[in-house]
């Protein structure tokens, strides 16, 4: 039987800590992998680095060296998680069977690749890796990480619960993905949209060993409505709720007034003109600026920039195919 070609890809932003460790982690994993023969001996590592502004691009330069099963990628700037790892898949669509992406902190447990390459030999086209664990994350980032997906999940996003970037894909997922265009990219959303036959594997999500998160509450706030708002035009559907349910209180407050009017009762209120007053032009404005939003999103996908520039790739030419 023929044995899958893999592919490790790993984003690295400011990873210098990281970097030597997960390079020794991960090259020895898949050495086990390699003697174990569940994957081909062509197998390789690529490590991304996107836009890093410490050492991390002179240390991959240096594995690369070192390491003939190490890639290592360079994009011209920081394009940001989604599209270091989208520039690592497409950059090698033609020249892998399967794809694993991970962080480069290994918080997802390298162990748990194995079962994913399990899943796709026996026929899964999509693995993806779920945290069945948390409790290493602090209650904060748990609490905030949870509400995302549910919330995700109830505006109609169709993302795997508590399922990060930790997946294996079949080539083929990324040759149909190829024609998906869109700028602002939300792997999660996408991939299920895909389609293909997909499994689950669970695994324990560790700690950050060194180096701090690269997504602190800004980024991760800002990650999470653009995936709500790439996918999703609930948000536009609420306002336009609440716009109806606005327009029943004035309804409502102007029979009350008529009423008011009828009985004589006509003390011209400062309050019930200020009142509504603010209260609508307030919700006015909210809506305006969510279909700005959206006008936004759509300006940005008709430029149709690329996701990512490649400036430089570094892989040893022994040992191909
Ligand atoms: N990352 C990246 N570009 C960025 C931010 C992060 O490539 O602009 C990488 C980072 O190096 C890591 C992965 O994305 O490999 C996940 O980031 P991090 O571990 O900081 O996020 P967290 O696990 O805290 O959500
Ligand atoms: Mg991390």
Not at 231 to 241: A, I, K, Q
Not at 304 to 309: C, L, M, V
């Amino acid at each position: 039987m023929k044995l899958p070609k893999l592919l490790l890809v790993v984003p690295c932003y400011n990873e210098q800590e990281m970097l030597p460790h997960t390079h020794q982690v991960l090259s020895a994993y898949l050495a086990r992998l390699v003697a174990q023969l569940q994957v081909n001996d062509a197998s390789k590592i690529c490590f991304v680095n996107d836009g890093s502004r410490d050492r991390t691009w002179q240390l991959i330069e240096d594995i690369c060296q070192k390491d003939d099963k190490v890639i290592g990628l360079k994009l011209s700037r920081n394009f940001g998680h989604q599209s270091a790892i989208l520039a690592g898949l497409m950059h090698h669509i033609d020249a892998y069977d399967c794809f694993v992406t991970l962080d480069a902190d290994l918080q997802d447990d390298t162990e748990a690749i194995e079962k994913m390459v399990e899943q796709h030999r026996a026929g899964a086209m999509v693995v993806y890796g779920v945290r069945d664990d948390r409790s290493s994350d602090t209650w904060f980032k748990r609490q905030t990480a949870e509400s995302f997906y549910k919330l995700m999940n109830w505006m109609g996003v169709p993302v795997v619960f508590n399922h990060a970037d930790f997946r294996l894909v079949d080539k083929r997922i990324l040759q149909e993905f190829s024609s998906f265009r869109e700028t602002n990219l939300f792997l999660r959303g996408v991939i299920p949209l895909v389609g293909f036959r997909s499994e689950k594997v669970f695994y324990k999500r560790l700690e950050r060993q060194a180096g701090e998160s690269k997504y602190p509450l800004g980024k991760m706030v800002l990650f999470a409505w653009n995936g709500i708002t790439s996918f999703s035009t609930f948000p536009m559907r609420l306002v336009l709720y609440f716009g109806a349910f606005n327009f029943m209180i004035s309804l409502s407050i102007l029979a009350y007034i008529f009423v008011s009017y009828l009985f004589g009762k006509t003390v011209p209120g400062w309050t019930s003109t200020v009142v509504p007053m603010t209260f609508f032009s307030g919700s006015n404005m909210m809506a305006i600026g969510l279909i700005g939003e959206y006008i936004g999103k759509i300006y940005e996908e008709v430029k149709a920039r690329p996701r990512y520039i490649i400036e430089e790739v570094l892989e040893q030419m022994t040992n191909n195919k």
